[in-house]
């Protein structure tokens, strides 16, 4: 066997080793990126879940409130309808405004004293609150293994192989825009 032969031979091994590493890393990063939204869907429906709850223990008492209770419903059945498309940007647009009625609905609440007080709608309120921060830490979690994703798919040399092979880049999740406004403070 020739020098040569040989030295073809090491670098067909080197070059196909290089390829399965490599594609086999980006498959592994696709998946926790699949992983990753999963959770926050998880999340998602759990809060969708607890919604129509909360609507029904404060509709009797806001009789004159029910278009709030309207849009409350409405946000909820488009961030369901853009949940089913599987898109994190529409996703994420249809949940911001979910977030948005449910802010309104809670300072709606505020207003009602024996409402306040109502052991069933505290119990929501609190068990939705939970759920955002968990939402909160889903998104979090998705967004970095988006990041890692986007940057395993982006360098060198993986760039090289990641076009050819079927790996496109992913969306973030996006926040809600009154997240990344900065907070008002007055304290006078």
Do not use: C
Request: glycine content about 6%.
């Amino acid at each position: 066997m020739s020098a040569t032969l040989i030295i073809l031979i090491i670098v067909i091994v080197v070059v196909v080793g290089f390829v399965v590493l490599t594609y086999n890393g980006l498959v592994q990063r696709r998946l926790r990126v699949d992983e990753a939204f999963s959770q926050i869907s998880v999340q998602l429906k759990r809060r969708w879940d607890l919604i129509p709850n909360l609507v029904n223990a404060v509709k009797g008492y806001m009789d004159f409130e029910k278009d709030v209770l309207t849009k409350v419903t409405d946000a909820r059945a488009n961030a369901v309808a853009a949940g089913a498309q599987g898109s994190p940007a529409a996703q994420a647009t249809a949940e911001n405004a979910l977030t948005g009625t449910l802010r309104s609905l809670f300072a709606v609440v505020e207003n009602y004293p024996t409402l306040k007080a109502n052991e069933n709608v505290l119990s929501l309120q609190e068990q939705l609150t939970t759920t955002e921060n968990q939402i909160g830490f889903a998104r979090q979690h998705y967004n970095a293994t988006v990041l890692d994703f986007n940057t395993g798919i982006a360098t060198f040399p993986a760039v090289l192989l990641a076009g050819p092979l079927g790996f496109t880049k992913r969306e973030f999740f996006e926040a809600e825009p009154e997240a990344q406004a900065v907070p008002q403070v007055n304290l006078g």
